[in-house]
């Protein structure tokens, strides 16, 4: 099914080589991107096949399940079509950056602040990344899966003190 999808048909027509994988699960689509090619991508998405609203961008941590350790989401809404799509692409711990998607959506300069601050996923040419959740002095990326529960520099919690 998401084969016939019409994004999807297009996306594999202007961007053969870059389309790694095409998924569907419960209706939803997911496209897998090479990450050089993705700021082409999504704003064709935007400008040729109206996926005017990015709803989301997120990152998944991998830590030795994959090769390529992070996965930055984008989560995509065509109002007009009334469909979503989800965009994926790797990014590697020994080259943790990739482009901002601000040029395409203003909506992404907060959401990648956010995937920034906790990832530790450096977005270049962003206007303004720096922390937006975690103070300037925090040591590391909280969700990052290798970051200590407890917090940096912490003692380990010992349940209720009475």
């Known amino acids: 099914m998401a084969e016939n999808n019409r994004a999807v048909l297009k996306l594999k027509e202007k961007f053969a080589a870059s389309i790694l994988d095409v998924v569907e699960f419960r209706g939803e689509v997911t496209v897998t991107v090479a990450k050089d090619a993705i700021i082409d991508i999504l704003s064709f998405l935007k400008l040729s096949l109206q996926y005017n609203q990015l ?6 941590d991998y830590l030795n399940k ?3 350790r992070f996965m930055v989401v984008y989560q995509l809404l065509s109002i007009p079509n ?4 989800r965009i994926k692409t790797a990014v590697t711990e020994s080259d943790c950056r990739i482009p ?3 040029q395409v959506w203003s909506t992404a300069n907060w959401l990648e602040r956010e995937v920034f601050d906790l ?3 450096v977005f270049e040419n962003h206007p303004d990344l720096r922390r937006i959740l975690m103070t300037e002095d925090w040591v590391g990326y ?21």
């Open 55 to 60: 709803t989301d961008l997120t990152a998944v």
């Open 66 to 68: 994959k090769t390529d």
């Open 82 to 85: 009334k469909d979503r799509l």
């Open 100 to 102: 901002t998607a601000t």
């Open 119 to 121: 990832f530790g996923i």
């Open 142 to 162: 909280p969700l990052r899966k290798d970051y200590p529960l407890q917090g940096p520099d912490r003692e380990p919690y010992k349940g209720r003190l009475s």
